[in-house]
């Protein structure tokens, strides 16, 4: 792993039931944003016969904004410590991962 990958934690909690608290476990925040999006497609499959989904990022702060509790642990290289990062960071960070994915498949 290099230094700019960082292990991330996601800690998670869908429904006000105790019992949907999970984590998971990411190489880096990358990846992390990538299963933040996966956890939420799945949801969106729950709800429709569509193999296929579409959703942009108002869909998936709506989701993110209406789950119970959503944060982050990622490792910070010069403590060598986890940081906690909120919701609102998830936010930010999920909606620059969106952009950079858009951009990529324009090129293709």
């Known amino acids: 792993?290099?230094?700019?990958?960082?292990?991330?934690?996601l800690l998670i909690q869908i429904s006000e039931n105790?019992?949907?608290?999970?984590?998971y476990d990411y190489p880096t925040v990358t990846a992390a944003m990538n299963g933040i999006?996966?956890?939420?497609?799945?949801?969106?499959?729950?709800?429709?016969?569509?193999?296929?989904?579409e959703y942009d990022t108002e869909d998936i702060n709506y989701?993110?904004?209406?789950i119970?509790?959503?944060?982050?642990l990622v490792l910070d290289f010069k403590?060598?410590?986890?940081?906690?990062?909120?919701?609102n960071w998830i936010k930010e960070?999920?909606?620059k991962h969106l952009i950079?994915?858009?951009?990529?498949?324009?090129?293709y």
């Open 1 to 9: 792993m290099s230094k700019r990958e960082k292990h991330t934690i």
């Open 18 to 23: 105790r019992g949907s608290r999970t984590y």
């Open 37 to 53: 999006c996966s956890i939420f497609e799945q949801k969106l499959r729950e709800h429709t016969k569509n193999r296929n989904v």
């Open 63 to 66: 989701f993110l904004e209406n």
């Open 68 to 72: 119970a509790d959503i944060s982050c």
């Open 79 to 87: 403590t060598n410590q986890y940081s906690p990062r909120s919701r």
């Open 93 to 95: 960070r999920l909606k």
């Open 100 to 107: 950079k994915i858009s951009r990529i498949s324009e090129k």
